[in-house]
């Protein structure tokens, strides 16, 4: 028999190996794959499953030996999959919905029967489900794991995942690469102190257990302290025990209910003392390798009550004939790598923090005030270090070329967003009237000059409205405000999204390794929840094909100033893709950019800091610039810092939803206007717009109907009635209970459902119970 060119080649796939031969009858515990033909869809899908590094079109039609037409069939199989949702596309990769990347932040939670540690990731989507469990291998045979660090019980670490090939146990195991940080097994709680002796510990979220402390391991706890327990050992029966760790403070003071989310998502925003000792002993910056701007009258933008000021701008006329009325636009941005060196326990705690939190109350800054508010904030009438861009743009708003600087600049004026868009209008005060031919209406030309190339660039415009609030002195919400939208802030925006691209740009010349911000599209599965939501709408949307940003936009339009605009908004940001940090580039979809990286916040983004590095290095100008060990470790610093800032999203959520509860608690009973923010087959989540939080409404108060979950019209539908409420619908509710520690709020329907007709097929029945996410909580926020 002639042997095949691919006969005895084997690939594994589900714990099973796949034999790539031709002409012979399949052995028992080995299914056959022909070389060169598409192979059955469930044999993909363990593929990819099993084999992550080589889940890429490319790798899987190589893997396979497909070539030509066998190469569009697959092709064409792979869509399938995704339109039916059991592949979605990570980065330039297919997956499985839920799956792990390859490189993955996990806290250490608990062990197996066997003794082994198991993790979680530690950010996951709550509308995924319970996240998945990896066992982290730390068997001595393993050399790769021989050598990983030692962790235990609650500690945070960088690991690389792979699939379990014993499908009894966890879906992954992971090798750690890195520990990140060494927590003790402890909990957060408050202190409820019982008339008999000792304590309960009384969970900060629903999910927590309640604990009982001793009355000598209580320390200088009292009744109402918010404090963080060592757990003990537990009882057969009975709570688990634990002990007084640390005081943080009365849960009644204004500071408690940031502090809550900063030791419950594990936020460090102590420095130690090695790190303020290096930010104190910082010394202005040299002038080697360093330009003189100081004559050039860079002005700082930013909001009224902002303490650092990181970006500063200028624009003119370009006095270039060849680029008749033309712009020239820089943007300076302090000069944060000459001062935090790689390494350094500087550097070392600001990658730990990966960004800066903005609390109402506060801010955990990722670098020292010695740092972020001094030496590297670009204050007016003082001479700072920056890295500046000089980008020229034609008429029509093509930027036509780039150069960066390494500068000595001094802030010819600081204004907040509303005084220089107040100077514009026509209103100018004592300080920007001064400047406003010079200065001012020169930048409001090169915006408009601007705006054209963003225009034409068409980028994802989603109208959602970011929600502030604003605190008494005691720390408890005054009012909940909307900021208006200035032209003044779309300005800024733009001058710096530009300088973002030219730093991509630049590094991809000079091939540096960098992390980019990176935007997937959105997965052809949730294309399809959208479409078919928007056809309950009336409203077409495009099936298959390649969706663009602009695309989305047409649909915006469609439902502009209609009853239907807010839950359109809604749901086309919902559709889209989580943005990140990667050392491999896809471009950013809602920007509609081919190369983007964040250059223009290193005091508040470690990403950003990175970037300046690699621009110092790459392009010659001077101290601070990228090592080879950083660059090396890049892969791994973007997952670190991608998971960082999830972190840090989830932390304010919950923060404004903790004030906002304890805001409402007194309100028990009152009724409410609000308007349907989701829909799940447990019941509604229900946003009140005037507080900026939302809250649940289970199905079993819904009324005596039966309802069913229409999934394609986001809607919950009375099977008897064929009342029911959708999306977007705007609804009476009675707060029935409020939870300030957990942050939840639980409402009652007062108005009636309207008219929507019967379920369609897509619907799930729901009766009167069903698990949910937990209430009070949101969707996340999609990053740019």
Not at 15 to 39: E, H, M, N
Not at 297 to 304: F, H, Y
Not at 334 to 358: F, Q
Not at 728 to 755: H, M, N, Q, W, Y
Request: net charge positive; glycine share 8%; aromatic share 6%.
């Amino acid at each position: 028999m002639t042997r095949e060119p691919h006969e005895g080649k084997r690939l594994k796939a589900g714990g099973r190996t796949l034999s790539l031969r031709a002409g012979k009858p399949p052995s028992p515990d080995k299914q056959v794959i022909v070389q060169g033909v598409v192979p059955p869809r469930e044999i993909l899908l363990e593929f990819i499953a099993d084999n992550p590094e080589r889940a890429s079109k490319r790798e899987i039609a190589k893997a396979f030996g497909l070539k030509g037409d066998t190469r569009v069939e697959l092709k064409d199989v792979l869509r399938d999959l995704e339109d039916e949702g059991l592949l979605q596309k990570n980065r330039k990769s297919l997956v499985r919905p839920g799956a792990l990347p390859p490189m993955t932040v996990l806290d250490i939670t608990t062990r197996d029967k066997d003794g082994d540690l198991i993790g979680r990731p530690a950010e996951w989507p709550e509308d995924m489900g319970a996240a998945p469990a990896v066992l982290i291998r730390q068997s001595s045979g393993d050399r790769a794991a021989s050598k990983a660090p030692a962790v235990g019980l609650g500690d945070r670490v960088l690991a690389k995942i792979f699939p379990n090939k014993d499908r009894a146990g966890p879906a992954y195991t992971a090798r750690v690469v890195k520990l990140i940080d060494k927590h003790r097994n402890a909990a957060l709680g408050v202190i409820r102190m019982m008339p008999e002796g000792g304590a309960r510990l009384m969970p900060i979220d629903r999910r927590g257990e309640e604990m009982q402390i001793a009355s000598d391991d209580l320390g200088a706890a009292k009744d109402g302290d918010l404090i963080e327990a060592d757990v003990l050992r537990g009882n057969r029966f009975g709570l688990t025990r634990a002990k007084v760790l640390t005081v943080v403070g009365s849960v009644a003071t204004e500071k408690a209910i940031s502090m809550i989310a900063i030791y419950s998502h594990g936020i460090p925003h102590i420095f130690p003392q090695t790190v303020l000792d290096e930010a104190n002993a910082a010394t202005p910056a040299s002038m080697v390798k360093r330009e003189d701007w100081r004559h050039v009258p860079l002005v700082t933008i930013d909001p009224a009550d902002a303490k650092d000021h990181d970006d500063a701008v200028y624009a003119e006329l370009d006095p270039s004939p060849d680029n008749e009325g033309g712009v020239i636009v820089t943007v300076a941005i302090a000069d944060v790598s000459y001062y935090v060196r790689t390494g350094s326990p500087l550097d070392r705690e600001a990658l730990k923090r990966g960004n800066s939190v903005y609390f109402p109350d506060r801010v955990v800054p990722m670098l020292p005030e010695r740092i972020s508010n001094d030496l590297c904030s670009l204050r007016e009438g003082e001479d700072r270090p920056a890295l500046a861009v000089r980008m020229v743009f034609s008429h029509e708003g093509r930027k036509v070329g780039h150069t960066f600087h390494r500068i000595l600049m001094k802030s010819a004026a600081k204004f907040s967003y509303q005084q220089a868009q107040a100077a514009i209008d026509g209103r100018p005060d004592d300080k920007s009237g001064p400047l406003l031919e010079p200065i001012l209406k020169p930048l409001w030309h090169a915006y408009a000059v601007m705006k054209r190339g963003r225009d034409r660039r068409q980028p994802l415009e989603l109208d959602m409205p970011e929600r502030k609030i604003k605190l008494k002195p005691d720390g408890t919400v005054d009012t909940v405000i909307i900021p208006e939208r200035l032209d003044a802030h779309k300005l800024i925006e733009e001058m710096m999204i530009q300088a973002n691209v030219a730093a991509a740009e630049t590094l991809e010349l000079k091939r540096q390794p960098l992390v980019y911000r990176i935007h997937d599209a959105p997965s052809l599965s949730k294309q399809e929840v959208l479409r078919e939501f928007l056809a309950t709408l009336g409203i077409p949307m495009a099936k298959g094909g390649q969706m663009r940003s602009n695309s989305f936009n047409g649909i915006l339009a469609k439902a502009f100033d209609t009853p239907h605009q807010t839950m359109v908004n809604e749901m086309v940001l919902r559709s889209q893709s989580q943005a990140v940090y990667s050392p491999d580039n896809i471009g950013h979809f809602g920007l509609n950019l081919m190369k983007y990286a964040h250059f223009t916040s290193p005091i508040r983004r470690y990403a950003d800091l990175i970037v300046h590095r690699a621009l110092v290095g790459s392009l010659g100008l001077g101290e601070g610039g990228i090592k080879p060990e950083e660059e090396a470790q890049l892969e791994d610093i973007a997952a670190e810092i991608s998971t960082f800032e999830r972190r840090a999203m989830a932390a304010e959520r919950d923060t404004i939803n903790r004030l906002i509860a304890h805001h409402l608690a007194e309100r028990v009973g009152q009724q409410f206007e609000g308007r349907v923010s989701g829909v799940t087959k447990a019941g509604l989540f229900v946003a009140l717009p005037t507080y900026g939080a939302d809250g649940f409404v289970p199905i079993s108060t819904l009324g005596t109907d039966y309802f069913h979950y229409d999934e394609s019209r986001q809607a919950l539908i009375g099977e008897r009635t064929s009342l029911g409420f959708q999306l977007g619908d705007t609804v009476d509710v009675k707060l029935v209970e409020a939870i300030p520690l957990a942050g939840a709020l639980r409402f009652e329907i007062v108005s009636e459902g309207r008219k929507l007709g019967i379920a369609t097929r897509s619907f799930h029945k729901s009766g009167r119970g069903g698990g949910a996410r937990k209430p009070g909580t949101r969707p996340p926020r999609r990053g740019r």
